[in-house]
């Protein structure tokens, strides 16, 4: 269960928390102009902009918050990084697409950029991960769920090819990032989130059930 981080806590934590996410909503930015395909999620975010005209950044946002109501039966708690994670990533995603160039013909370049995007995005994992404020809306989904019995790793894979259906029906972009994605995010996360991995806030004594030691 997420606990109420201190004054001194926070100091510590949401600065880096911050930082975690802007990279994160950048390197998602990348991986759209690069347009060598999406992560799952973001086919969906950018499969229902297109349709509704919407930017695709608060469609992310409106997304996470859909995503939280379905923690409520779930029984999850929320922490300031799952708020942050919800109302900064998608302004970050928007800042970031209108600041890059719309368009990129440079075949070269393009895989750059989603290889790059995709780097981007699991050191920015790793370090709002590693802060430890709290999940993100959609990894709190699957926990949610793996808490209920169902086994994460299928609950993860279902729900990703769920959306990732969902997404290119409605006009997200598929392709071979898709697959970058897929199978290079999770071990590059296992790379940078013990470089940025933070004490616990709460430390689970065995010895004293009802007890927690806060820590930096």
């Not at 995603?93 to 890059?100: C, E, G, R, T």
């Not at 290079?184 to 616990?200: E, N, S």
């Amino acid at each position: 269960m997420l606990q109420t981080p201190t004054r001194r806590q926070l100091a510590v934590r949401l600065p880096r928390l911050i930082v975690g996410l802007v990279l994160f909503g950048f390197g998602v930015a990348i991986m759209v102009v690069a347009n060598l395909g999406l992560s799952p999620w973001e086919v969906l975010h950018q499969g229902i902009s297109r349709r509704t005209g919407i930017s695709i950044g608060t469609i992310s946002v409106i997304t996470g918050i859909a995503v939280l109501l379905l923690w409520i039966p779930l029984r999850q708690r929320i922490g300031i990084g799952t708020l942050l994670n919800v109302m900064l990533i998608g302004p970050v995603i928007d800042a970031s697409l209108w600041l890059l160039p719309a368009e990129i013909e440079t075949l070269w370049l393009r895989w750059v950029l989603m290889f790059g995007g995709t780097a981007i995005i699991a050191i920015g994992t790793g370090i709002y991960i590693g802060v430890g404020l709290g999940p993100g809306p959609r990894d709190g989904l699957m926990t949610g769920l793996a808490s209920r019995g169902i086994n994460v790793g299928l609950a993860r894979v279902g729900i990703e090819i769920a959306v990732l259906v969902i997404g290119y029906f409605l006009g997200g972009t598929v392709g071979i990032g898709t697959l970058v994605f897929a199978f290079g995010v999770g071990p590059l996360v296992a790379i940078f989130l013990p470089m940025f991995a933070m004490k616990p806030i709460y430390r689970y004594e065995e010895k004293d059930p009802g007890k927690f030691e806060g820590a930096l």
